[in-house]
């Protein structure tokens, strides 16, 4: 079992930058794959950003490519998403999430997630 608490968000200006954190509870977080995900008012989940156990391999949705970076620090049972570029169409409310990554059996990015954040919520203003 992982619990996930979700920082960081708040109010920027476009083109500011923000960095999310996602703190889990637990000794084995370095055993699970972890991701970021959006939903916008009225629309459905998106997925943002994926890191594996390591940090070895990360995976970025086309619309964040270049602007967000995703990262971990396992001492710290940690995972972070730093915003750079932010526009006014990265409003949404930010959620992470885990995998177990013995689960995936390989697969990359992962197909599914079986833990999830509460939220936070950042807004870009134009």
């Known amino acids: 079992q992982v619990q996930l608490v979700e920082s960081g968000g708040g109010l920027v200006q476009a083109g500011g930058s923000l960095r999310l954190s996602c703190a889990a509870s637990?000794?084995?977080?370095?055993?699970?794959?972890m991701g970021w995900f959006r939903q916008a008012p009225g629309k459905e989940r998106e997925f943002v950003a994926a890191?594996?156990?390591?940090?070895?391999?990360?995976y970025y949705a086309d619309s964040v490519k270049g602007r967000f970076t995703i990262s971990r620090d396992n001492a710290k049972n940690t995972v972070y998403l730093q915003m750079n570029s932010l526009k006014p169409e990265d409003t949404a409310v930010y959620y992470c999430?885990?995998?177990?990554?013995?689960?995936?059996?390989?697969?990359?990015?992962?197909?599914?997630?079986?833990?999830w954040g509460q939220g936070t919520q950042v807004t870009v203003s134009s």
């Open positions: 890191i594996s156990w390591s940090g070895g391999n990360t």
């Open positions: 637990g000794r084995t977080f370095s055993s699970y794959a």
């Open positions: 999430a885990a995998v177990y990554s013995d689960y995936l059996q390989g697969s990359w990015p992962p197909p599914s997630y079986d833990y």
